[in-house]
């Protein structure tokens, strides 16, 4: 089970309207961005060999020229999130057939120039065009030809092509130039985001955060987590073990990430863990060993915060059954 959100993220809106010429978008995905999914990457602004969102911050890579609408796991992956036409217009081309797969080095040559995976591209009005990557195997919904309204269902969130997690990843283009539809002006003040977007309404600005907590009878592998598949609903009283699991993404070097479990008969544990570098995503484990016959039954409740000089950006918590 999805743990719960208590605490929303530190958001920072990217406010005003698109400019009577531009293009206007919406979302290119069909959930609830800072609950279900989360923006994982930016557009790189920087042009040289680092990397600057377009808060001047380090959720992009080098030369990243779009920006990427994730889920948490591949479980939700898997249970299906539609990607959905952002702006009226007409479909280009598309690919689909390509499997759903983490990149890995070894797959650079067998992509040949397929590092879009399965996707859509639409042409719309005045020398605009959106392209959609990455999407789901047998899930491409349009083709060439066609004409789609906003909100169109495209495909679904995969991982085909280049990519390492499930994602969306939406290009927006002017006459064959990128444009960050967070900033199309391209004039970045460091700490005051432009005021013209090309979204029709703001889309809060996510500096990071937890995307799922969970229990464990041990320290869960990382490809578990990222799969959904490391959280235990219940575990028996003789269990050598109680684990709480953090994951999260955007992790800047010095944040920190607390971990805690409360029983029926007081605290088990309560570590915070300081993350040494800027990661893409991370997850942290704590847990302790049974030291007696067995776990009072009961529910135990894990809370997870993550914090960032001092200041708690994001909260979640799970419950599980000792029986």
């Known amino acids: 089970m999805r743990a719960a959100r208590i605490a929303a993220l530190t958001f920072a809106a990217a406010a005003g309207c698109p400019a ?10 069909e959930c609830t961005l800072g609950d279900d999914c989360f923006i994982q990457q930016y557009v790189d602004h920087d042009a040289g060999p680092d990397a600057s969102d377009f808060r001047c911050a380090a959720l992009t890579y ?21 990607v959905i036409a952002a702006a009226p217009g007409t479909v280009r081309g598309i690919r689909d057939g390509m499997q759903d797969k983490v990149f890995t080095p070894d797959d650079a040559a067998a992509l040949d120039g397929r590092d879009c995976g399965n996707g859509v591209a639409i042409d719309h009005a005045d020398g605009w065009s959106t392209q959609y990557c990455h999407l789901k195997r047998g899930s491409v919904t349009v083709r060439s030809g066609d004409t789609v309204a906003a ?34 002006d391209g004039q970045i003040t460091c700490g005051a985001p432009a005021d013209d977007t090309l979204w029709d309404a703001p889309i809060a600005y996510q500096a990071g955060g937890l995307l799922d907590v969970g229990f464990a009878d041990r320290v869960p592998e990382y490809d578990a987590i990222k799969a959904g ?31 805690s479990i409360e029983g029926p008969e007081g605290t088990v544990i309560d570590e915070t863990v300081t993350l040494e570098r800027t990661q893409a995503q991370v997850f942290r484990a704590v ?21 960032r000089a001092g200041k708690e950006i994001s909260t979640m918590q799970e419950t599980i059954s000792i029986r």
């Not at 080098?62 to 992956?77: E, I, K, N, Q």
Request: glycine residues 12%.
């Open 62 to 82: 080098d030369g990243h020229s779009g920006t990427d609408f994730a889920v948490p796991t591949h479980r939700d992956m898997a249970r299906g999130v539609d």
């Open 287 to 307: 847990g302790r060993r049974l030291r007696a016959e067995a776990w009072a039954t009961g529910r135990y409740r894990g809370t997870v915060s993550m914090i």
């Open 20 to 29: 009577a010429a531009d293009i206007v978008l919406i979302p290119p995905v």
């Open 151 to 184: 909100g169109t269902v495209l495909g679904q969130i995969g991982l085909s092509g280049r990519a390492s997690f499930p994602h969306v990843h939406l290009t927006v283009r002017k006459d064959g130039e990128t444009v960050d539809p967070f900033d199309p």
């Open 229 to 259: 598949d490391a959280a235990q609903a219940d575990l028996p009283a003789d269990t050598a073990a109680l684990v709480i699991f953090g994951y999260a993404f955007g992790s800047q070097a010095g944040d920190e990430m607390r971990l």
